[in-house]
């Protein structure tokens, strides 16, 4: 059975490397460290973002395991813990950002890791193991999925200037035309950056500051989106979006009339690292999820699908280098060095949601 799979994974993988834009160094071997999964079965309930992994894998996945994937789709931090704290809340695993990951452990919604199930941890970059203990010390509840930065994504064919501070988004020529990100923290936080704060402020006069500077700006903006802002900017509908550096990527693949910027005053660094909820009932294939998804050749062929960066080093070494020596995909170190990773801001974020509430309101 284990070799029938082996075979068939392998074809598969060779027609959808054949099919892709770009190619990944996979080598002969199915999995980086041979085929290690037994029968486990039963269900397993997943939430993660839209679009934020390559579905095939989930199959391949189902098909070593005999474990039946629930893919459930979010589109925000927030959306995900209204998910999460529902009565009927039945998930396995999840997906979160740094900052939720941190309100998660305070409030006792996660399970530690058993890291005797997930031997492809090894292949995390160190660097990246480093700075997720800024959230998650010691990583005993979380691991690295996908990381990356928040910037502004433009169309240089609509853009006649040079683009490197937030305040472009506040310029007039370019009403109607501007996307902002749906998401209280990532909007209020390049706001706060603009202004010259932190983008984990717990001043109140600062947070007004960022309120009322966007609801000047609620007259100039095309609306607060999500997953939508990329078909609308690779179709060239708008001139400037503020955006992760994935999505960014992925619109300049399709339209490289669009580049993307970090302005200058800092942005935010994000990860998304796989947890499992206290009251995961699969807690064997939740482990083996994560194992399977950070295996070298698995991770590589993840991040090629959906353009954002992998924390994987062994599945950085298999990258076409389209990947690895694109800046937006793999930012310098003078990119990183003026960005910072969000944190939980405990019952303080109830400021920012209220600034939020008036801010959309407009």
Sequence with gaps: MKKWICIALTVVMILSFAACKKT????????????????????LNVLNWGEYIDPDLLTLFEQETGVKVNYIEMTSNEEMLMKLRSADSSYDICVPSDYIIEQMIREDMLQPLDMSKIPNAK???????????????GNKYSLPYMWGTVGILYNTTMVDEPVDSWGILWNEK??????????????????????????????EDEVAAARDKL???APL???????????????????????YSGDAFLCID?????????PKEGSNVWFDNMV????????????????FLNDGAIAARNTEYIYYSTPN??????????????????????VLDRCELFHDLGDFVEIYNAAWNKITSK
């Excluded at 607060?224 to 955006?243: H, K, P, Y």
């Excluded at 399709?254 to 993307?260: F, S």
């Design 24 to 43: 990944i160094k996979v080598d002969e071997d199915t999995f980086a460290d041979g085929d290690q999964y037994e029968y486990i079965g039963g269900e």
């Design 123 to 137: 292949n995390i970059d160190p660097k990246m193991i480093e700075i997720t203990n800024g959230f998650d010390p």
């Design 174 to 203: 370019y009403k109607g035309s501007i996307w902002m990100y749906d998401s209280p923290r990532d909007t209020i936080g390049v706001t706060l950056k603009y202004l010259g704060y932190d983008m984990n402020t717990r001043n």
């Design 215 to 217: 609801i000047e700006q």
């Design 221 to 243: 903006i095309k609306g607060f989106g999500t997953d939508e802002m990329r078909q609308s900017m690779i179709e060239g509908n708008e001139a400037l979006a503020v955006i």
């Design 254 to 262: 399709e339209n490289p009339e669009l580049t993307y910027i970090v």
């Design 276 to 291: 499992i909820m206290k009251n995961a009932k699969n807690v064997e294939a939740a482990h083996a999820l994560i194992n």
């Design 313 to 334: 080093k062994a599945a950085m070494e298999r990258l076409d280098p389209y990947f690895t020596e694109n800046e937006i995909y793999n930012p310098p170190q003078e």
